[in-house]
């Protein structure tokens, strides 16, 4: 329960609840501008907060209220600056958060209990918790768009940190992996064609979709929901299921058709200028005995191959890109990236964060070493891989420098700016708007200087 407390903060996190405001006894802890804060949009983040397993504190609630009023500043100038959020965007956001949550939460029913309200009735009170979010984050987004982090920069933000407050960074390691999945046949895969096909065919003769859809499709993540995915843009689906949804019409259904999740064939739901709303029905083939044999055969030969030609350039990294099937490292010379910060695209990862399956292996190799074929079970889906590694190089835990460093330095450079030029924004903007907050935090220290109105809320 408490890793899907996590999930359901995510719904709501900065943002202030719609549906306490519709309750008749409140009280307003602070006003921004025309807009009001209520006592139960404060206690519903600190019950949030506290469902994470977090011990009680007072003191918690004047850094959630100092959220809540940025977030309504944020909204008012994004609101002059004529900034945006299309009602397309606010849906489609909204049920990629719901359809991460029901997975989580292991089901409807299950998120319905834990929120004590019906889906439908959560996902019409989050509208507005959504829309300024998403209208504050655009406005974040202005507001730092030039920001430009030089070399000099970092420097002179590594300069200025005391020798003796210098950040040590854990050991880390540059693993390499070239992916072999269990490939089936034409033949093999047939039966699971045939059986998307007979429930294509039940759909067409009448029978109802969503029902067909919880008994047989194959994805987890919607089946619950009769198959139903929300509304999505182009970029949220793999490249057959987006050709389909984006040529028909609302209501028409695909013929069967084959993505490397397997066959499928969807209906179009509603369609919203570039995002639509459809359903599907996945039917995923069983990985076989013998194609599992031809993965560990293909391995194997790629080992032999990558051991004959030791010490030749970047062997590893130009066969990784012909033969590896993880498409996310395959163009990246087999390099893994840092999951803890993808968008750095830093391949040194911190052996805190490694995936235990490859760190037990990666422990005993040598730089410079590849691996003999391992097998690697997906916790989540089960699905069954050959991978070789290749450890490139191996960095012991250190104090931070200039030398070794500079993507992580340059990192922590540019979030320095970023947070110091949304202070600056802040300090100037509260001082333009009228912001009144209630006698009892007003003493909050993250409050201070906050209020531009002395007297106390009546």
Same mark, same amino acid.
């Given at each position: 329960m408490r890793k899907f407390a996590l999930v359901v903060i995510s719904?709501?996190?900065?943002?202030?609840?719609?549906?306490?405001?519709?309750?008749?006894?409140?009280?307003?802890?602070?006003?921004?501008?025309?807009?009001?804060?209520?006592?139960?949009?404060?206690?519903?983040?600190?019950?949030?907060?506290?469902?994470?397993?977090?011990?009680?504190?007072?003191?918690?609630?004047?850094?959630?209220?100092?959220?809540?009023?940025?977030?309504?500043?944020?909204?008012?100038? !994004?609101?002059?600056?004529?900034?945006? *959020? =299309?009602?397309? /965007?606010?849906?489609?956001?909204?049920? +990629?958060?719901?359809?991460?949550?029901?997975?989580?939460?292991?089901?409807?029913?299950?998120?319905?209990?834990?929120?004590?309200?019906?889906?439908?009735?959560?996902k019409d009170e989050m509208r507005g918790d959504i829309r300024e979010a998403m209208l504050a984050e655009r406005m974040r987004a202005k507001i730092t768009e030039k920001l430009n982090t030089t070399p000099q920069d970092v420097k002179k933000f590594f300069d200025a940190i005391p020798k003796d407050s210098l950040p040590t960074f854990n050991k880390e390691v540059e693993v390499g992996q070239i992916v072999f999945e269990p490939k089936l046949t034409k033949e093999?895969?047939?039966?699971?064609?045939?059986? !998307?096909?007979?429930?294509?065919?039940? *759909? =067409?003769?009448? /029978?109802?979709?969503?029902?067909?859809? +919880?008994?047989?499709?194959?994805?987890?993540?919607?089946?619950?929901?009769?198959?139903?995915?929300?509304?999505?843009?182009?970029?949220?689906?793999?490249?057959?299921?987006?050709?389909?949804?984006?040529?028909?019409?609302?209501?028409?259904?695909?013929?069967?058709?084959?993505?490397?999740?397997?066959?499928?064939?969807?209906?179009?739901?509603?369609?919203?200028?570039?995002?639509?709303?459809?359903?599907?029905?996945?039917?995923?083939?069983?990985?076989?005995?013998?194609?599992?044999?031809?993965?560990?055969?293909?391995?194997?030969?790629?080992?032999?191959?990558?051991q004959e030609n030791k010490g030749k350039g970047d062997f590893f990294s130009s066969a990784a890109s012909v033969f590896s099937d993880d498409k996310e490292s395959k163009f990246n010379g087999g390099m893994l990236l840092n999951p803890a910060n993808v968008d750095t695209r830093t391949t040194f990862i911190p052996t805190n964060v490694l995936d235990p399956q490859i760190a037990v292996v990666i422990d005993t190799m040598k730089v410079g070493q590849v691996s003999k074929p391992q097998v690697y079970k997906d916790q989540q889906s089960g699905k069954v891989t050959y991978r070789l590694y290749y450890l490139k190089s191996v960095t012991d835990a250190h104090k931070a420098n200039l030398e070794q460093d500079f993507p992580k330095l340059k990192s922590l450079t540019t979030a320095n700016k970023m947070n110091r030029a949304m202070s600056e924004w802040f300090e100037k903007k509260r001082k333009e708007n009228y912001i009144k907050i209630d006698k009892d935090y007003q003493q909050c220290p993250e409050l201070q200087g906050w209020s531009t109105v002395t007297a106390s809320i009546k």
């Open positions: 719904l709501v996190l900065f943002t202030a609840a719609a549906n306490a405001q519709k309750q008749v006894l409140d009280k307003i802890v602070a006003v921004v501008g025309s807009n009001i804060i209520l006592k139960s949009d404060l206690d519903l983040q600190y019950s949030l907060y506290l469902s994470q397993g977090n011990p009680p504190n007072q003191a918690v609630k004047c850094n959630i209220l100092q959220q809540i009023i940025s977030q309504k500043l944020l909204n008012h100038q !994004a609101v002059i600056d004529s900034i945006e *959020v =299309k009602s397309d /965007e606010v849906d489609s956001e909204i049920d +990629r958060r719901m359809r991460r949550s029901i997975q989580q939460a292991g089901g409807e029913a299950n998120l319905e209990k834990f929120l004590n309200k019906s889906l439908v009735q959560y093999e895969k047939e039966d699971a064609r045939k059986k !998307a096909q007979d429930l294509l065919d039940r *759909v =067409k003769k009448g /029978e109802d979709f969503g029902v067909l859809a +919880r008994f047989y499709s194959m994805d987890p993540g919607s089946a619950r929901e009769g198959g139903d995915l929300g509304f999505g843009d182009r970029q949220s689906y793999v490249k057959e299921f987006t050709a389909w949804a984006f040529k028909l019409k609302t209501g028409e259904i695909s013929p069967v058709f084959e993505s490397d999740f397997g066959f499928h064939f969807l209906q179009v739901i509603e369609r919203r200028g570039e995002n639509v709303h459809t359903r599907h029905i996945l039917i995923t083939p069983k990985i076989t005995d013998e194609s599992v044999k031809r993965a560990e055969a293909k391995a194997d030969s790629i080992y032999n191959i990558l």
